[in-house]
């Protein structure tokens, strides 16, 4: 084992003995959410809603102000997925299937998200102590899209979300919350898993 894991571990082991219990609850009920979203099961939404609303004061506290931001979005999109979800037809089964991203969106997300990061950036860069800015910036919209993709259950959320998911590790890791460092390299693979299932699915629809 190198030095640089065997710091993360020890670093890791000390997180665990010090982590409090608001931290814990968004842990748990963040991987509850992502477990539940792949299974497509609508109680994702009430677990990704109580996780969020915790990582409000986590994020503020950590300096991380538009992640707080986003998790404040996540809580309202939350309630619009839940509803979503939970919509039957008169069949009793649900009216949301699971789909590709038709190009109009992509195009529009673009349109959308590239000089939102830019300006999100500008504004962290010029008023706040981030560290990085227009990273953080970059990763708070790229979630914002993704998380009304998987409202929506267009398959290509989970792409964005391992993408998203692979930098949140680093960037948790470099702030200190090593425990919400393995919370997103738990969302990696979950993501990975809902992207496979999905995709089974969607090819099982069209057979």
Request: glycine share 6%; proline share 3%; hydrophobic share 50%.
């Amino acid at each position: 084992m190198n030095s640089s894991a065997s710091e993360f571990l020890t670093e890791l082991l000390h997180a665990l003995k010090a982590t409090g219990l608001i931290e814990w609850l968004a842990v748990i009920s963040g991987t509850v959410y992502v477990i539940l979203a792949a299974l497509q099961n609508p109680l994702c939404w009430p677990a990704g809603i109580i996780s969020s609303a915790l990582y409000v004061g986590i994020n503020f506290h950590i300096g991380l102000n538009l992640d707080a931001l986003l998790q404040v979005y996540y809580c309202g999109v939350g309630v619009y997925g839940w509803w979503l979800w939970m919509q039957k037809s008169s069949d009793k089964q649900q009216t949301l299937h699971i789909s590709r991203m038709p190009g109009k969106y992509w195009r529009l997300l673009a349109a959308l998200c590239i000089p939102a990061a830019v300006l999100f950036g500008y504004l962290q860069h010029r008023f706040t102590s981030s560290p990085a800015p227009y990273a953080d910036a970059a990763l708070t919209v790229v979630s914002f899209a993704a998380t009304w993709m998987t409202a929506r259950k267009f398959l290509e959320n989970w792409l964005i979300w391992i993408a998203a998911d692979c930098c949140y590790i680093i960037l948790y890791a470099q702030r200190g919350y090593p425990l919400t460092s393995v919370l997103y390299l738990i969302f990696t693979f979950t993501a990975v898993t809902g992207f496979l299932l999905w995709r089974k699915q969607i090819h099982t629809s069209n057979a």
